[in-house]
């Protein structure tokens, strides 16, 4: 090999190394959930945290949520969007197996649930059987 063609060859490595592929950003989020966060707000003792974690190239939503102090046994938790602090929207992803804390797990997101997601407009609801459209509440945030 000539030194013209180790210097091709140096130069056709360097150019792969900037084209492979990207990394996948992960997005670490959380929520702080209490009574005073609900639309109606409630005067409910509960109080609870959710992390959550995204995976911008899979579009992969995790999370696990730990709550206690609740009215009663949580009967559902959702993701609930696009909604800013202060209003109200409904479910856009599931919380399964909600019904004791803590609960994890995950799901893939749409686009546009992605970018709602990314811009604050999530929440997390953790509804009771006192409280079905919700004992406490918190904003996804970054």
Known sequence: MNSMQV??????LGAMAFTGPS??????MKATLNGASEVPATTSKG???ADVDFDTTSKKLSWKLNYSGL???ATAAHFHGPAEPGKN????VAIPNAGSSPAEGSATLTDAQAADLLAGKYYVNVHTKDNPG??????VTK
């Open 134 to 139: 919700g004992e406490i509440r918190g904003q």
């Open 23 to 28: 990394f996948a950003e992960k997005v670490a």
């Open 7 to 12: 210097t091709l060859a140096a130069v056709a």
């Open 47 to 49: 109080t609870g945290t």
């Open 71 to 73: 009215s009663g046994p």
């Open 89 to 92: 929207a409904g479910v856009a």
